[in-house]
T-cell receptor, first 112, second 113 residues
Framework: GESVGLHLPTLSVQEGDNSIINCAYSNSASDYFIWYKQESGKGPQFIIDIRSNMDKRQGQRVTVLLNKTVKHLSLQIAATQPGDSAVYFCAETGGATNKLIFGTGTLLAVQP | ETGVTQTPRHLVMGMTNKKSLKCEQHLGHNAMYWYKQSAKKPLELMFVYNFKEQTENNSVPSRFSPECPNSSHLFLHLHTLQPEDSALYLC????????????FGEGSRLTVL
């Protein structure tokens, strides 16, 4: 069935380093992808999105890359800060049902 | 502050109790959602309302009963729950059902004894 999954459940990085969080999706009909950040005790927060007609989109310190050939999505965070520590979810939508499907999440731990 | 407020933030209830979760959004959105978040599982969509009409019920047991009196308010009525229903219940809103940009509340942490 359709699914969105993450390669690494936990990622530990040093403060100041760049972080890369990966996500695989299986529905080739998906045409819209979103990254959410969930800090401890809070609800998920929209970070950045990308449509399938693009392969890269940049925000402030974050970049999302989309590789439709291998159905892979990644979130890059530049100069990771302690405030970036959170669980990051990718989500996809599109196709016949237009349902937003979330992955299980990756915990990003930033070491000082 | 996301513009979506959930109350209560924490709730402990017995299996025979009746309680309700409340969600209010101040964003002028037309779509509202209930999600269930359990440990080590993806977010599970429960219900979707678009312009106060329920457009999706994701095979949720009848012990969960949603109510959407207007586009700004959403309730989740709980009755005879099971311990496995213990989870974080998240409310979200979006401009409309087609938008993938959801604005989430901080959730209601439910514990069923």
């Amino acid at each position: 069935g359709e699914s969105v999954g993450l390669h690494l459940p936990t990622l530990s990085v040093q403060e100041g380093d760049n972080s890369i969080i990966n996500c695989a999706y299986s529905n080739s009909a998906s045409d819209y992808f979103i990254w959410y950040k969930q800090e401890s005790g809070k609800g998920p927060q929209f970070i950045i999105d990308i449509r399938s007609n693009m392969d890269k989109r940049q925000g402030q310190r974050v970049t999302v890359l989309l590789n439709k050939t291998v159905k892979h999505l990644s979130l890059q965070i530049a100069a990771t800060q302690p405030g970036d520590s959170a669980v990051y979810f990718c989500a996809e939508t599109g196709g016949a049902t237009n349902k937003l499907i979330f992955g299980t999440g990756t915990l990003l731990a930033v070491q000082p | 502050e996301t513009g979506v407020t959930q109350t209560p933030r924490h709730l402990v209830m017995g299996m025979t109790n009746k309680k309700s979760l409340k969600c209010e959004q101040h964003l002028g959105h037309n779509a509202m959602y209930w999600y269930k978040q359990s440990a080590k599982k993806p977010l599970e969509l429960m219900f979707v309302y678009n312009f106060k009409e329920q457009t999706e019920n994701n095979s949720v047991p009848s012990r969960f009963s949603p109510e959407c009196p207007n586009s700004s308010h959403l309730f989740l009525h709980l009755h005879t729950l099971q311990p496995e229903d213990s989870a974080l219940y998240l409310c979200a809103s979006s401009q409309d059902r087609a938008s993938g940009e959801l604005f989430f509340g901080e959730g209601s942490r439910l514990t069923v004894l």
